[in-house]
């Protein structure tokens, strides 16, 4: 069964300055990765997918994530942070072969923007 | 364009208690979920449904039940509450295994 891994439970960081969420999950042939946003008092909501073709997928708001798959890895980065960018990021992956399994979360990185 | 209606969003219940969180959606989804959010423990999936007329457990099934009459509706079941279940509870739905969409999540205390 797929596993998810995010390194950090908390990043804290600096308005306009860059960050790193990390995300490893466990290998397979093939995956979907995603990444979803929570923001405060809020459902999740779709941040960004990986399903295939070019390893970097990019957000609407600036946030970028580079599938690696030697690495086994999506982490996701944002060259300037915002303070509106304040949530929790959750990073998870489905195996498309294997059938009917839901989706696998991680359980979490809350990224707090310091002005 | 509502996407995933969940209702209701607070509840305070007593231990013993029974009650249901009811789930709809309006996208036509076949596969509808749910799960609950505890603080440090990330979303960990109760149960889900691949169609109209089933339903599977997931990761934390206990003390829950579902059922799935209809495609739009998802109904998460607690038949006698206890404090362990005190949670925020969401519902997500999807056209498969793949991307999903939550609704905004239900609070739940048993006191």
């Known amino acids: 069964a797929q596993s998810v891994t995010q390194l950090d439970s908390q990043v804290p960081v600096f308005e306009e300055a860059p960050v790193e969420l990390r995300c490893n999950y466990s290998?397979?042939?093939?995956?979907?990765l995603f990444w979803y946003v929570q923001y405060p008092n809020q459902g999740l909501q779709l941040l960004l997918k990986?399903?295939?073709?070019?390893?970097l997928v990019e957000s609407i708001n600036g946030f970028e994530a580079e599938f690696n798959k030697s690495q086994t890895s999506f982490h996701l980065r944002k060259p300037s942070v915002h303070i509106s960018d304040t949530a929790e990021y959750f990073c998870?992956?489905?195996?498309?072969?294997?059938?009917?399994?839901?989706?696998?979360f991680g359980k979490g990185t809350r990224l707090s923007v310091i002005a | 364009n509502a996407g995933v209606t969940q209702t209701p969003k607070f509840r305070v219940l007593k231990t013993g208690q029974s009650m249901t969180l009811l789930c709809a959606q309006d996208?036509?989804?076949?596969?509808m979920y749910w799960y609950r959010q505890d603080p440090g423990m990330g979303l960990r999936l109760i149960h889900y449904?691949?169609?109209?007329?089933?339903?599977a457990k997931g990761e934390v099934p206990d003390g829950y039940n579902v059922s799935r009459l209809k495609k739009q509706n998802f109904l998460l079941g607690l038949e006698s509450a206890a404090p362990s279940q005190t949670s925020v509870y969401f519902c997500?739905?999807?056209f498969g295994p793949g991307e999903l969409f939550f609704g905004e999540g239900s609070r739940l205390t048993v006191l």
């Open positions: 449904s691949v169609g109209e007329g089933t339903t």
């Open positions: 290998s397979s042939v093939s995956v979907y």
């Open positions: 990986y399903l295939s073709g070019s390893t």
């Open positions: 996208m036509n989804h076949e596969y």
């Open positions: 998870a992956v489905s195996d498309p072969n294997s059938g009917n399994t839901p989706l696998v």
């Open positions: 997500a739905s999807s």
